[in-house]
Nanobody
Framework: QVHVEESGGGSVQAGGSLKLTCRAS????????IGWYRQTPGAQRELVAI???????KYGDAVRDRFTIFADSAVNTMYLQMNSLKPEDTAVYFC???????????WGQGLQVTVSS
């Protein structure tokens, strides 16, 4: 079983920064990728950033050049550094951990990020 722990959400003014943390834990864990998605009311969940096994990294078009995803593999943790935040970045941010063992995608409960103008 995979446990996903998220932290770091909150409120900030436009132009500010926030850092989100996602930590995966579980026995015999083999991680394929860890990513961040976000969702606003009435909208589909959209990709923010995802990184896998040090092999690939992908960003959503809306956040490229402002957000950076980076890992501390030793503790199965992925960080999302969000800079130059805009009001349209306001959303609930979800971490998803994809694993080879167990073969599963496990979602966190979500973090509210609010950017005021």
């Amino acid at each position: 079983q995979v446990h996903v722990e998220e932290s770091g959400g909150g409120s900030v003014q436009a132009g500010g920064s926030l850092k989100l943390t996602c930590r995966a834990s579980g026995s015999s864990l083999r991680i394929k990728s860890i990513g961040w998605y976000r969702q606003t009311p009435g909208a589909q969940r959209e990709l923010v950033a995802i990184s896998g096994s040090g092999v690939f990294t992908k960003y959503g078009d809306a956040v490229r050049d402002r957000f950076t995803i980076f890992a501390d593999s030793a503790v199965n943790t992925m960080y999302l550094q969000m800079n130059s935040l805009k009001p349209e970045d306001t959303a609930v941010y979800f971490c998803v951990v994809s694993t080879f063992v167990p073969n599963a995608d496990t979602w966190g409960q979500g973090l509210q990020v609010t950017v005021s103008s």
